[in-house]
């Protein structure tokens, strides 16, 4: 059993509070606080499914499989970290603090190069939000996204999983989405125009 009494709390979603791992500091551990916990595990059924398809991790958190911890099961995953140790942080929170020029160039061409690998490797989600990605910074003018959360399909019919042609059409929708929220809900950003320019559609 792992006490996370005093686990650093890191995030808080709609269903799911994430501690910093107390044992691993490349890892942390999400526990649901809602009564809803249907999404737990067919979020894991879908990494299962990506493991058994080689996806490639690269811009996604790996999982850990679950844990008991003090406050009831938690799912392990990995935790990235920038260059300087210090846990990488939301989109969402860089589209409302800003960056400097510079590095706002490297992330626009972050966000393109994830678009990239959703495509390339078939990744599908539930749903796309500046909350569930994180940009880890490797330097000033180094870095990359993470999907932390939103891995699954939530459609009727589930074909995405296992037809190229149509998991390209809904990752599509969902990109047109996700550039439709990040429009409603950053409009005030400064950077969310040089971002959107390089992944409009
Ligand atoms: N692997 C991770 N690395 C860094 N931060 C994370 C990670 N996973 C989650 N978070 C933070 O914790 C928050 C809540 O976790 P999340 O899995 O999104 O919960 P929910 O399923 O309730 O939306 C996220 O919005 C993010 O800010
Ligand atoms: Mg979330």
């Not at 990605?133 to 999907?147: E, I, P, S, T």
């Not at 998991?167 to 550039?179: I, M």
Request: proline fraction near 2%.
């Amino acid at each position: 059993m792992i006490d996370i009494t005093d686990a650093r709390l890191i995030g808080k979603g709609s269903s799911r509070l994430c501690y910093e791992h107390p044992r691993d500091g490349g890892k942390c551990i999400k526990v649901v606080y809602t009564k809803n916990c249907s999404i737990v595990s067919e979020e894991l059924k879908h990494y299962r499914l990506c493991e058994k398809r080689q996806v490639s991790w690269d811009m996604m958190a790996k999982s850990f499989g679950t844990v008991l911890t003090s406050a009831g099961e938690g799912a392990v995953f990995s935790l990235p970290r920038d260059f300087d140790g210090e846990i990488s942080k939301t989109m969402a929170h860089y589209l409302h603090s800003g960056l400097a020029a510079p590095e706002a160039e490297v992330l626009g061409r972050a966000v393109k190069a994830f678009r990239e690998y959703l495509f390339k490797e078939r990744i599908i989600v539930r749903e796309l939000k500046a909350d569930n990605l994180v940009y880890q910074r490797y330097g000033r003018d180094a870095g990359k996204l993470v999907l932390v959360d939103g891995l699954g399909n939530n459609e009727f019919l589930p074909i995405a999983n296992y037809s190229d042609i149509f998991a390209k059409r809904t990752l599509s929708r969902k990109w047109r989405k996700f550039v439709c929220h990040l429009q409603r809900d950053f409009s005030h950003s400064p950077l969310l125009q040089g971002l959107l320019s390089r992944v409009r559609s």
